[in-house]
């Protein structure tokens, strides 16, 4: 089940159901939130079915967070929100946050996705997607599976070429996340930028 097609009501609902038992044996009082976990242990998907849950809800509190005022003046939200929407991914991913001209969000989008090691970004793809949202700046992410922070030589070719491809545009970038576990490196911090 695509989690991400649910209501938040839909959701919660889903987190707050009972699990479902594949053994014969009656469901205990749902009230009695303990004895009804203990089904979990013999359903594993169950399990993952309800993190996946949880990790939605969460994902969409901070998205919600991010749209009440300029991103950069809290960015820890932000961090917080890309290790939550990287957390267990196998694979690069990259993505772009489309900012406004007072810096609240517009949209968070995965524009690419990659293998364990590699992810090829097109930058007049994201040209196209900056205009199509209107967008006055952006802030670009992606993460490495393998836990390193460090960017290599190819992120940092590829944070210059976006930047001048977006300049043309008059689209600003504000920073280049890299998430790596659950840290972030900001390039803007480390005078990457």
């Not at 889903?14 to 009695?32: G, H, M, N």
Request: proline residues 5%.
């Amino acid at each position: 089940m695509n989690v991400t097609h649910l209501s938040s009501a839909e959701l919660v609902s889903e987190l707050l159901a009972a699990p479902v038992r594949q053994a014969p044996l009656p469901l205990p009082c749902a009230c009695d939130a303990a004895a009804a976990y203990q089904a979990v242990e013999h359903a594993p998907h169950e399990l993952a079915h309800k993190l996946s849950i949880a990790r939605e809800l969460l994902l969409r509190d901070m998205r919600a967070k991010m749209l009440d005022g300029p991103v950069m003046a809290s960015p820890k939200v932000v961090k917080d929100w890309l290790c939550m929407y990287c957390a267990g991914l196998e694979h690069e991913v990259f993505l772009v946050l489309y900012l406004d001209a007072q810096h609240v969000l517009i949209e968070a989008e995965e524009m690419f996705r990659g293998t364990l090691t590699q992810t090829s970004v097109y930058p007049r793809e994201v040209v196209k997607s900056a205009l199509a949202h209107n967008a006055a700046s952006v802030l670009l992410a992606h993460n490495h599976p393998s836990g390193q922070l460090s960017p290599s030589s190819a992120d940092e070719l590829l944070t210059q070429t976006l930047k001048s491809s977006l300049m043309m545009v008059d689209v600003r970038v504000l920073d280049h996340f890299i998430v790596g576990g659950d840290r972030v490196l900001s390039f803007a911090e480390q005078g990457l930028l």
